[in-house]
């Protein structure tokens, strides 16, 4: 039985977008059970970008990558993996994933999700990601929360399914998310105030302003730590969100992964009616000069992201 509805899945991605979603749907399981099952945030080692790796890590990136070797995925690139993986010499697509986004979430019962981005395979491994996100196919995310849910788009809007408890399938709740133009809530990680560049610091003491400040309204304030609840909480009612480049060694391009956390999302909310860029300049236009590159991001309402980018000017 398949593990989405197929309603409004495009039929040729179709065996990817269902491997994807009975994988989601396992993991859901496992992350639900928490200190029941095995330690999932414990600390197993590193991947190749020196970030640490939690269990669960480890076990979502094994079952996507087993999960979508059927399902016509050339290469596969994974946050979890220094190198792209051929899985099927024979596929049409090359997927970039990160299994588990929101790692140091996982022990504290905050949302946690997998971030994905579908190309057309293109003959070299590496190069078939190393191009403008606005090539990309297909891209979504799994949010693990009280809800597990899928949001995803083909190009044709940002469509939302919902893993029935009673069905153990993906169900359409909405075929077009929209992104309200303007925003109340803010996201950014306050802590790195002092390392923030003049623009960045700028529009955070607009909002902190309120009605007393150039904003004219109160603003609210929201940082969970986990890009993928950030991403849904955005899309569903509108807001900003900012991971800028930041004066601490390693953040010169911020903290987010281009191919598969960036572009995904850049993609995702423009669908839906909002915009993204680095700052000033749109993601989609962008490419990533190396697999695991860091890019700077700022994405939600469109006023918002035009005033972000007014002041980079
Ligand atoms: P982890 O997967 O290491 O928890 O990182 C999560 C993340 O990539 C993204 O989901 C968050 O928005 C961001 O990092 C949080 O970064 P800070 O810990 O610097 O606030």
Redesign the pocket.
């Given at each position: 039985m398949p593990a989405i509805d197929p309603a409004l899945v495009p039929e040729d991605l179709f065996p990817v977008i269902d491997a994807l979603c009975a994988t989601g749907a396992q993991l859901s399981g496992v992350i639900a059970r928490g200190p029941l099952g095995q330690s999932l945030g414990a600390g197993v080692g590193e991947n190749s970008d020196g970030?640490?790796q939690k269990a669960l890590?480890v076990m979502a990136d094994e079952l996507f990558e087993a999960a979508l070797k059927p399902a016509g995925v050339r290469h596969y690139a994974s946050e979890e993996q220094e190198v792209v993986l051929t899985l099927d010499p024979e596929g049409a697509y090359a997927l970039a994933i990160?299994p588990?986004?929101?790692?140091?979430?996982i022990d504290v019962n905050v949302t946690?999700g997998t971030i994905f981005s579908i190309f057309q395979a293109a003959e070299d491994a590496t190069a078939s990601f190393l191009r403008p996100a606005s090539e990309q196919i297909a891209a979504g995310y799994i949010a693990y929360g009280p809800q597990t849910l899928l949001a995803v788009t083909f190009g044709a809007g940002t469509l939302l399914y919902v893993l029935d408890p009673e069905t153990g399938r993906f169900s359409l709740a909405s075929e077009a998310m929209s992104l309200p133009e303007a925003a109340r809530e803010y996201s950014i990680?306050a802590?790195?105030r002092r390392h923030w560049t003049a623009p960045v610091l700028a529009y955070v003491e607009e909002c902190e302003g309120g009605t007393q400040g150039s904003k004219g309204k109160d603003m609210n304030f929201r940082?969970?730590?986990?890009?993928?609840?950030?991403t849904h909480r955005i899309l569903t009612r509108g807001g900003t969100?900012l991971?800028p480049s930041d004066a601490r060694k390693g953040y010169e391009k911020g903290?987010?992964r281009m191919v598969y956390?960036v572009a995904p999302m850049a993609f995702l909310v423009e669908q839906a009616g909002g915009q993204a860029t680095d700052g000033k300049t749109p993601i989609l236009s962008l490419q990533a000069g190396a697999l695991h590159e860091r890019c700077p991001l700022v994405f939600g309402s469109s006023e918002e992201v035009a005033r972000i980018a007014a002041l980079h000017d």
């Open positions: 970030d640490q890590d990160d588990l986004d929101g790692s140091s979430n946690i990680n802590s790195n940082w969970v730590g986990s890009l993928v609840a950030e969100f991971y903290r987010l956390e």
